[in-house]
């Protein structure tokens, strides 16, 4: 049996820059790495079938774990069966980057297991057919994003904490992306804007997550009281930076939702996995 870390994320700011004719937008984004992680558990089997236990709630054909293996059949020069169990903390619809990150890990790991033989720049490729935010997860750096997320420049950033809010909320990402309003021609900028002015970027989901969702107003009107509160992905959480000043257990203790304390990853502790 093989259990493996399976790292959430961060996106420090989200921009769409404009639109594809197939209807694909262009962003431009950071991918911090963060310490907050669903654990997998892999173990070989003679049946040659995939079960996966901990995500009864979605279905198998469905399960991004479950595609990841799918997709790696065909290059498999050992391949096995696999019981996969999941010990799932990142909450699901969050924009934390949780089903990527499975994938990934996934990808990863059983990349190994069957003797597949593929690199990282293949394994990223296959993840990028699953999600956007796959690749991130395959490379296990932190990164500037653009295209869809599949361009990436590695980048190194300041170690930092972050509190990160749940709201009881499950947001649509089609539902934002369909809205009339949604800023779609925020001009490009460079990652050296960004560290001369981290505070100036923001989301542009974040207005309408706050219209549509009125738990993720609320729970970014309570971390706007000690910080800058912003919105990962499309939501639903909020996150702000640590800051000296700040009463932490204070913070946690009466917050409206669910409620994190996470440390910053330099870079995920599967970049370097190998199977013994």
């Known amino acids: 049996m093989i259990r493996v870390p399976s790292p959430a994320k961060?996106?420090?700011?989200?921009h769409i820059t404009g639109r594809r004719d197939n209807g694909y937008h262009e962003l431009q984004t950071i991918f911090q790495l963060i310490d907050l992680t669903d654990w997998l558990e892999f173990t070989p089997t003679d049946d040659l079938t995939i079960s996966i236990n901990g995500l009864n709630s979605v279905d198998l054909e469905q399960n991004l774990i479950y595609k990841a293996t799918q997709i790696l059949e065909p290059y498999a020069k050992q391949p096995t069966g696999l019981k996969i169990i999941i010990e799932k903390n990142i909450p699901m619809?969050?924009?934390?980057g949780g089903g990527s990150s499975n994938a990934a890990t996934t990808l990863i790991v059983v990349n190994q297991l069957w003797q597949c033989g593929l690199?990282?720049?293949q394994l990223a490729e296959l993840g990028l057919k699953l999600g956007a935010?796959?690749?991130?997860?395959i490379h296990?750096?932190?990164a500037w994003a653009e295209g869809i997320g599949e361009h990436l420049t590695f980048i190194d950033l300041d170690q930092k904490q972050y509190i990160v809010l749940k709201p009881d909320c499950f947001i649509s990402t089609q539902l934002l992306f369909s809205q009339k309003t949604l800023t779609r021609d925020t001009k490009p900028t460079k990652f050296c804007a960004y560290q001369l002015t981290p505070f100036n970027f923001g989301n542009n989901f974040e207005p309408l997550a706050r219209s549509l969702y009125p738990e993720v107003n609320e729970a970014m009107?309570?971390?706007?009281?000690?910080?800058i509160a912003k919105l990962t992905g499309t939501g639903a959480c909020v996150f702000t930076e640590v800051t000296p000043d700040m009463n932490i257990d204070e913070i946690l203790a009466h917050s409206p939702c669910k409620a994190y304390l996470v440390n910053s990853l330099n870079e995920s502790p599967l970049r370097h996995f190998k199977v013994i």
Do not use: K
């Open 140 to 142: 296990g750096r932190n």
């Open 93 to 96: 619809g969050a924009g934390l």
């Open 221 to 227: 009107q309570y971390l706007d009281q000690f910080g």
């Open 119 to 121: 690199n990282i720049t």
């Open 133 to 137: 935010d796959v690749p991130i997860f």
């Open 10 to 14: 961060l996106n420090l700011f989200l």
